[in-house]
């Protein structure tokens, strides 16, 4: 097999080795983020400087979401700009002023840079900042990359985090610790945990992202952060270059995950620990009711993970310790050893990590093990279908709200529906 180099984890004692794997991709673009952003940041307006290719795939990946006033768009780089025939900036600067005059609801502008943007060399950063002087105050406007050769699916969440990192005021280093969640979640979830969080005693918590752009918490050295998403690697070093500390913690999915998600950051703000112990075990035992039937479905099911949404890890480990399930192999886009080093240390020994991807080796792979399940990305899911295997699209992991002891049943319905309906179809 080629381009594949095992390498080791440095991490306490994990020994799991992972794969190196370098080839051709079958990964959504970081523009993909825009569909669960714009829903998110209620204020916010994502201009994609790019090309048709652009605008079909957020047209395709938004699908039913699009809504009479949609807060994103894409600015088409034509052959005129590609020729150098236009000053592109020109161009930008008058979409971005009619844009502006005909929607006064936006305070936030993102300009979203794409392949095209990056092959003809456009500066984002400096059409954001001349863009910001003109219509500062009562409009930001900032940038980041989704482009395909730089990003994959996720990532253009962490880029676009990771750009409005330098809008959280300062807080005073003799202010009060406070707790800041980071990562999109569904409004719902937020508001579940908002209110667990106050049940357990932290009555200071802020959300990164927030739903509006002007509701920003401010940050520094007594900040603690605690990651909700395992992507946002840019996103995490920006806000420790802001003096924030991340709090260590496996991923709140499952009713395990998330527990230990609650409970470091109870022990990190000194809360008394048998409080906690009391109101997570009320939790965790009406999550485990809510499991049973799929846990009935899914236990000694193979599942095979290609790298798409870089939630692949977390989702094993749930599969796996709360589901029965044995995941025989976990390809992720990027490892980020450290933001995973307590999931990692919950898997179980025998898995082959694979990170980056060949996806012809891939499917190589996958079709030696047959799998009861395979989670994928879109463009997999049919060819994988018409070889008579089980799939789950990885992109309805992102949309769906699967976090918190509330969403657990939901997030193993996802895995177990699919196995239901293969059966349904074969009796
Ligand atoms: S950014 Fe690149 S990969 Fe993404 S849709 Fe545009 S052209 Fe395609």
Redesign the pocket.
């Known amino acids: 097999m080629n381009n594949v180099v095992p390498s080791g984890i440095a991490s306490k004692d994990f020994s799991i080795p992972v794969i190196q794997e370098r080839g051709q991709r079958e990964v959504?673009?970081?523009?993909?983020g825009i569909i669960w952003l714009h829903r998110k940041i209620h204020d916010a307006f994502f201009l994609?400087v790019?090309?048709r290719?652009?605008a079909?795939?957020?047209q395709s990946a938004a699908g039913v979401m699009i809504f009479a006033e949609p807060r994103f768009a894409t600015a088409i780089i034509d052959e005129r700009d590609l020729a150098g025939l236009a000053d592109v900036n020109d161009e930008l600067d008058r979409i971005v002023e009619r844009l502006l005059q005909r929607r006064s609801d936006i305070r936030l502008l993102f300009l979203v840079?794409?392949?095209?943007s990056?092959v003809i060399k456009l500066d984002l950063s400096r059409a954001a900042a001349r863009l910001s002087r003109k219509f500062l105050p009562s409009v930001r406007v900032l940038n980041y990359s989704?482009?395909?050769?730089e990003?994959t699916f996720t990532q253009g969440e962490d880029a676009c985090l990771a750009s409005m990192a330098p809008l959280l005021a300062g807080a005073p280093a003799n202010e009060a610790p406070s707790l800041l969640i980071v990562g999109t979640l569904a409004d719902v979830v937020e508001d579940q945990f908002q209110r667990l969080f106050a049940e357990l005693g932290i009555d200071k918590v802020r959300f990164f992202p927030p739903r509006t752009s002007t509701d920003l918490a401010s940050i520094g050295p007594n900040t603690r952060y605690l990651l909700a998403q395992p992507f946002l690697a840019d996103a995490a070093r920006a806000l420790e270059e802001r003096g924030a500390v991340r709090i260590a913690a496996p991923f709140p999915l499952g009713a395990e995950g998330t527990s230990l998600w609650f409970k470091a950051a109870c022990d990190a703000f000194g809360i008394d620990s048998e409080h906690v112990q009391k109101v997570l075990a009320a939790k965790i035992a009406r999550v485990q009711l809510s499991l049973a039937p799929h846990r009935e479905r899914l236990a000694g099911k193979t599942v095979f993970f290609f790298p798409d949404s870089q939630l692949e890890i977390p989702l094993a480990r749930f599969l796996s310790r709360e589901l029965g399930m044995r995941p025989v192999e976990i390809g992720i886009p990027f490892l980020h050893r450290k933001h995973l080093a307590e999931e990692l240390e919950m898997l179980p020994p025998d898995i082959r990590i694979v990170e980056g991807q060949h996806v012809d080796n891939q499917l190589d792979r996958c079709r030696v093990a047959k799998p009861d399940l395979v989670v994928c990305g879109l463009g997999l899911a049919n060819p994988l279908e018409a070889l008579g295997m089980t799939t789950k699209w990885s992109i309805e992991l992102v949309f769906t709200p699967i976090q918190g002891f509330e969403q657990a049943g939901d997030l193993a319905g996802l895995f177990s529906r699919p196995l239901q309906r293969r059966l349904k179809l074969a009796a």
């Open positions: 959504f673009c970081g523009l993909t994609i790019g090309s290719t652009c079909h795939l957020m840079g794409s392949c095209p990056e989704g482009s395909g050769i990003t």
